[in-house]
């Protein structure tokens, strides 16, 4: 699987729509979720193809889903095998 493909697609997929320059954060969220939808939401495969611990993926979904930072589309993949319950 080449990842630098994945990411590219999935950037220039958001490239076509009219965006803001991107923060670091930003571009760390759209390679995650792109991996993420390449592998149709399957995280384990996931953290294999980005070299990182499950927790860690689990927590960075985790904060874009509570920060409103994933669009309905990624909360979806977020949310398939992993509701987030909302703070009270």
Known sequence: ???KAI???YIEELAQKDYEPLTLEA???LY??????EFQGN???ACKALGVD???LYRKLHHYVMSGLATEEETFLVDAH???K???
């Open 7 to 9: 990411a590219t697609r």
């Open 43 to 45: 995280k384990m495969k």
């Open 1 to 3: 699987m080449d990842m």
């Open 82 to 84: 992993y509701p987030v």
């Open 32 to 37: 995650i979720l792109g991996v993420l939808k």
């Open 86 to 88: 909302a703070s009270v």
């Open 54 to 56: 499950r927790r860690t």
């Open 27 to 29: 571009v760390e969220r």
